[in-house]
């Protein structure tokens, strides 16, 4: 157990929807990362937080946003689905934004009918 | 950009034999950060062996050890006395040392998938 924890486990919805992932990061770290895991994009970075502000965005999607709150959960928005949109996604979490190993949570799968 | 590869998409192992699995990576830094971590059929990504390219000393964990190559930008994974509970997903990852833009990123390889067979 990494100490990441992510809700919901899955998620089954219908395309134009939208949901939110939350994740919840080991204690004391103040960066969290998600992470998209698909067939045909592989391992991909999305956005990063720390202590509550957007420090890196990588890959992701204007149909998707996140947010870091005061108490240091995270929650990711993903609005209008697509087919496409079906993955695996990952939290990530680390003390800090430098050096430190990141520690995975156990991931949400997102299946768009 | 850096990026990850992982030339094996599947290896086979027998049980209590060692197993090595490759992975090299392209990058313009001198400080920075290799990982991997192990995928299991429940699909959490649980961290099995880190490198700081600073140090010369290949990084040991139990049963997991690394071979890595700065000069050839090569980071081999070896386990030893392979398990039935190692059969997973192996994916090798690259951070940067910088604090800067998107560098606290972890870079992924494609992964290797690793059977381990009686």
């Known amino acids: 157990d990494s100490g990441v924890t992510q809700t919901p486990k899955h998620l089954i919805t219908a395309t134009g929807q939208r949901v939110t992932l939350r994740c919840s990061p080991r204690?004391?770290?103040?960066?969290v990362y998600w992470y998209q895991q698909s067939l045909d994009q592989g391992l991909q970075f999305l956005i990063q937080?720390?202590?509550?502000?957007?420090?890196a965005k990588g890959n992701i999607l204007e149909r998707f946003s996140a947010q870091q709150f005061p108490d240091l959960h995270s929650e990711l928005n993903l609005s209008s689905l697509e087919l496409g949109d079906s993955a695996l996604y990952f939290c990530?979490?680390?003390?800090?934004?430098?050096?430190?190993?990141?520690?995975f949570g156990p991931g949400t799968r997102l299946l768009v009918l | 950009a850096q990026t990850v590869t992982q030339s094996q998409p599947e290896m086979s192992v027998q049980e209590a034999e060692t197993v090595t699995l490759s992975c090299t990576y392209d990058?313009?830094?001198?400080?920075?950060?290799l990982f991997w971590y192990k995928q299991p059929p429940s699909r959490q990504m649980i961290l099995v062996i880190r490198?700081?390219?600073?140090?010369?000393q290949n990084a040991t964990e139990n049963r997991f050890s690394v071979n890595f190559q700065k000069a050839a930008k090569s980071f081999s994974l070896k386990i030893s006395d392979s398990q039935l509970g190692d059969a997973a997903m192996y994916f090798c990852?690259?951070?940067?040392?910088?604090?800067?833009?998107?560098?606290?990123?972890?870079?992924f390889g494609t992964g290797t998938r690793l059977q381990v067979t009686l």
């Open positions: 990530a979490s680390s003390p800090g934004t430098t050096r430190e190993t990141q520690y």
């Open positions: 204690s004391g770290d103040l960066s």
């Open positions: 937080y720390y202590n509550g502000e957007e420090r």
């Open positions: 990058t313009s830094e001198s400080d920075y950060y």
């Open positions: 490198q700081e390219a600073y140090k010369q």
């Open positions: 990852a690259y951070r940067s040392g910088s604090n800067t833009g998107t560098a606290s990123k972890l870079t």
